[in-house]
Every structure is written in structure tokens, then in C-alpha cells.
């Protein structure tokens, strides 16, 4: 088809390097671009998937029999609003090179959430979130395009369903829009947010509590990327570990009656010394973490299925270590399977799967 590439190989658009070939391939470098690309995909009956930084994405060993769709939307301002400056993105910009050049600006609101690959676009998508700070918390307004009838949409951060790694673009409203640009409130002359313990510590050991405000805000960026490293959170070729999508499991959130069910089969599972579930406040309930329940089900750092296996460095991380994407769903299902049996806890993935033809 004009202007679409043909069978291109989607493991190397991702950060775990899995999936087949995509049908059609094609980027929207302008929104001329995306709107041609979308209508041209419709008026051939193809299915269209959306594709950011692919660091969330695990396409399916068959490939994509439709269109993958790639933004590429560029461009970056910044609006003084009183103590507060509007940065606006176009969905195409790389992630962490954003923050870096917020916190250049002296900006505060984004410095924990240094390090996190994908692009601007996706953030919204599951209000991308790590060491205390989620984007739901400086994110004004974003700017998308409604797939279906190709009219730009304007949504206040009010409107998008923001909770734990979830929004409405990734629950009732999943694939009806393309994000186009987003618009977060970051605050001038404002120290970092260190509520998160091992971040804190890390900061304090930079001197990051007598630095100026500036100065502290890139020294925490520093200090979040060293964390981040070490559990091989920082996309790397190099690194081994971090061909992955972050973590493969949410933290699930458990209401009353899930939580005494755990706790009995704590105490049968371990009868000399039943150990208390870690449990922070989340959505209404008690929000779990899903490494802590792996763990004690029996699965290790390092397991391997195959080319699949958890991490050396990071018990949510799923590696794919020159596997498939059938490997990675079998070990993704035997951890599922083996939580549930031993807590009642179904544990639910956190990235897109995205089903082959
Ligand atoms: C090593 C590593 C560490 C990570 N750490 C974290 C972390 O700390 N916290 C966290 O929250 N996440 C983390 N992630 C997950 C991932 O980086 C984020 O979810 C990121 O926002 C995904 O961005 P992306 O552009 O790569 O998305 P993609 O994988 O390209 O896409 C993900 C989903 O978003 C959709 N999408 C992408 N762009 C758009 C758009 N413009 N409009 C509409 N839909 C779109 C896609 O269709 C797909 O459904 C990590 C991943 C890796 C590999």
C-alpha cells in the first residue's frame, strides 16, 4: 500500500525484542501523516496498532496482521504560568530526554519518573509512575485524535480516568484515540519529591538536602537513575536484564475480604512463622506488591523457561533472553497460576499484549 512499508520486524521497535513481522509498517511524522495513515488503513479494512518507544508493547511471535502505526510527533515548548511553567510535548518525544530537559530548566514534577524509556505519548496511557510521582499529578490537559471520526479531542486531566498505572485510554476507551500532545504543570524554584524511603536515602547520600533547588532537582534525576540501574530499570542493549517492559505484573489492589484470604493462606502456607503482606492504601483497597507475593510462591530471580525468565536484578521483570513471545506468555501464565493457587491473588500483566493474525 502507498506510503506503508511491508513486513517489517517488530522486535527490534521494542525494548524486549519479541514479536513476528508487521503487515504494514508506517510513522506519523505530522498529523497530516497520522490522519492520512488512518484513513488509508480504514479504507482497507485494516486493524491499526499505535506504537510509541515499544517499551510496554509485546507483540506476538506471528507478528501484526495489520498496520502498526508509529508517532513521531516532535516538538517541545514551555509557558510561564505564574510560579509554574506549562511544558508541552508533542507525543513522538522521547521520554526521559523531556524530563532531562525540564530539569535543566530547573523544573520540578518529573524528577523520579527519570529513566523510564517510551515516548511522551504513552504516559497517559497506564499515568506512568515510580518512586513517588505519577504523571496524573502535573498533567494539565492532553491533546488526541479520535480514531473514528478524526476530530481532535482536548481532555483535563479531570477526564482520564487516572489511577494505578491505569486511565481511561487503557480501560473503556483502549485504542479509540491517538494522543497527539500533553501539557504538564511543573513548578519553578521547587525542591524534589523524596517521600519514596530507598530514593530519599540515595538523595541524602548526593547532598541533595543542602543543594539549591536546581542543583537538587538533577541530583535526585542522578540518584533515581543509579536506583533504576540497579535493578536493570534503565533500558541497555548491554544490559541483559533490561530487555524487558518493566514490570510484567501490576500491584494488585485487594478490598477487605481478598486481603483475610491472603493472610489465612500465609498462615497455612508458612504455619511456624506466617510472614504480614507489605500493603499501602491504593483505589479503595490494599494495594499489595506483587513481587513480594512471587517471592514468597516460590518463584526466584533468575528463573529461566527457556529463552523467558525473571530477571536477575528485579522480581516484576520478565526478560526475554532470546526467546519468544509464546516462552514469555507460558512463564507469565505459570507465575499467574502458581500466585493464585498459593494466595487466591490473580496477578494481572501490566503491558499491552498485543494478539498476532
Ligand atoms: C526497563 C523498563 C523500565 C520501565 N519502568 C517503568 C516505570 O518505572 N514506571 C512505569 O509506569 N512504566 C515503566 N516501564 C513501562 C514503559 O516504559 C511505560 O509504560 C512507557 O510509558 C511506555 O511508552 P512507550 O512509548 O514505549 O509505549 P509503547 O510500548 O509504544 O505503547 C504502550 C501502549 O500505549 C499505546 N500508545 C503509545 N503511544 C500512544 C499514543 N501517542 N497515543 C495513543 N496510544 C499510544 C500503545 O498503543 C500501547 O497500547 C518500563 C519499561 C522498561 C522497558
Known sequence: MAGFSEMVPLAPQTTIGLGGPARFFA?????????????AARSQDLTVQILGGGSNTVFADAGYPGLVLHIALRGITFVSDGDAVL??????????????????????????LSGIPGSVGATPIQNVG???????????????????????????????????????????????????????????????????????????????????????????RQAVIALRRGKSMVYDPLDANSHSVGSFFLNPVLDDAAYRMLRERLRVRFPDNPPEPPSFPADGG???????????????????????????????????????????????????????????VRLRPEPVIVPGG
Not at 516460590?298 to 530477571?311: K, P
Request: hydrophobic content about 40%; glycine content about 10%.
Open 87 to 112: 511544558a508541552t510535548a508533542a507525543a513522538g518525544e522521547d521520554w526521559d530526554a523531556f524530563v532531562a530537559l525540564c530539569l535543566q530548566q530547573g523544573l520540578q514534577g518529573l524528577e523520579c
Open 286 to 344: 490494599r494495594k499489595i506488591p506483587a513481587a513480594w507475593l512471587i517471592e514468597r510462591a516460590g518463584f526466584v530471580r533468575g528463573l529461566r523457561r527457556g529463552g523467558a525468565g525473571i530477571s536477575l536484578n528485579h522480581t516484576l521483570a520478565l526478560v526475554n533472553y532470546g526467546g519468544t513471545t509464546s516462552e514469555l506468555l507460558e512463564l507469565a501464565e505459570e507465575i499467574e497460576s502458581g500466585v493464585e493457587r498459593a494466595f487466591g
Open 27 to 39: 510513522e506519523a511524522g505530522s498529523d497530516l501523516e497520522l490522519r492520512d495513515a488512518l484513513q
Open 130 to 220: 515510580a518512586y513517588g510521582q505519577e504523571i496524573s499529578q502535573t498533567l494539565v490537559s492532553l491533546r488526541a485524535l479520535d480514531r473514528e471520526r478524526l476530530e481532535e479531542v482536548l481532555f483535563a486531566s479531570a477526564d482520564c480516568g487516572f489511577a494505578y498505572r491505569d486511565s481511561r485510554f487503557k480501560g473503556e476507551d483502549a485504542g479509540r484515540y491517538v494522543i497527539t500532545e500533553v501539557t504538564y504543570r511543573l513548578q519553578k524554584n521547587a525542591r524534589p519529591t523524596l517521600h519514596y524511603p530507598e530514593l530519599a536515602r540515595e538523595a541524602q547520600a548526593r547532598g541533595v538536602a543542602d543543594a539549591p533547588p536546581k542543583k537538587a532537582l538533577q541530583e535526585t
